[in-house]
C-alpha cells in the first residue's frame, strides 16, 4: 500500500512548495515576528521605494534625452536635405543666365517667344523653391548680398555707394545668398 501513495504524490504533494508559491506554515504553528523584524522589513520596504523613485527619475531623463535627440536629428537631416535640394538648383542659375542672353539676342519674334516660355518655367520652379533673385539695379550696394566687381565714378544724379548696374543676378533661399549678385557700384 505504502508503494502506491508513493505513486499518486506529485511533486507539491511532497511538502515543500512548488516554484513561485510561498510557504505556508501549518495551521497554529505561525512563526512569531519580532519588533526587530518588523523595522527591518519597514527599512527595506522604504529602501525599496526610494531606489524605485530614483530609477523612474532616470527613465523619465533619458526618456526626455531621447526625445530631445530625435528632434535634433529630424531637424538635421530636413535642414541637409533642403542644402541639398539648394545646391542642385543653384547649378540651374547659369542656365537661367543664358536663357536671358538668348531674349537679349534674339530677332525672331517666334524664337523670343519660346525662350521666354523656359525662362517663365525656370522662374516658376526657384519660385518652387522658395529662391528669389537679388536684382539690385539703383539700390544701394550690400556687401552680404553684392559682389563688386567694378566700380565707377558718378554721373550727374548717381549717389555714391548704390549699385549702378548688374553683371549677373544674384538668388537668395530663406535669407541665406546662394550667389552673389556681380554688381557695377558707384564710388
Known amino acids: 500500500m505504502k508503494k502506491k501513495e508513493e505513486q499518486?504524490?506529485?511533486?507539491?504533494?511532497?511538502?515543500?512548495?512548488?516554484?513561485?508559491?510561498?510557504?505556508?506554515?501549518?495551521?497554529?504553528e505561525a512563526e512569531p515576528q519580532t519588533a526587530g523584524s518588523q523595522e527591518e522589513l519597514l527599512a527595506e520596504i522604504e529602501a525599496l521605494k526610494q531606489e524605485s523613485a530614483d530609477l523612474k527619475r532616470k527613465w523619465y531623463a533619458v526618456t526626455a534625452e531621447y526625445e530631445n535627440y530625435r528632434r535634433r536629428t529630424a531637424g538635421d537631416s530636413a535642414k541637409r536635405y533642403a542644402?541639398?535640394?539648394?545646391?542642385v538648383v543653384s547649378k540651374l542659375f547659369p542656365i537661367g543666365d543664358n536663357l536671358e542672353r538668348a531674349i537679349a539676342s534674339c530677332t525672331d519674334d517666334a524664337t523670343r517667344r519660346g525662350i521666354e516660355l523656359v525662362t517663365a518655367a525656370f522662374a516658376k520652379i526657384l519660385e518652387s523653391e522658395h529662391i528669389s533673385v537679388i536684382d539690385p539695379a539703383g539700390q544701394p550696394f550690400d556687401a552680404e548680398k553684392h559682389e563688386a566687381i567694378c566700380v565707377v565714378d558718378p554721373e550727374e544724379g548717381e549717389e555714391s555707394g548704390t549699385v549702378k548696374r548688374v553683371y549677373q543676378k544674384g538668388y537668395e533661399q530663406g535669407g541665406k545668398v546662394l550667389r552673389f549678385a556681380q554688381v557695377v557700384v558707384v564710388r
Open 83 to 87: 542644402e541639398g535640394r539648394a545646391d
Open 8 to 28: 499518486e504524490m506529485t511533486p507539491t504533494d511532497s511538502g515543500a512548495p512548488a516554484c513561485g508559491e510561498a510557504q505556508i506554515p501549518p495551521e497554529g
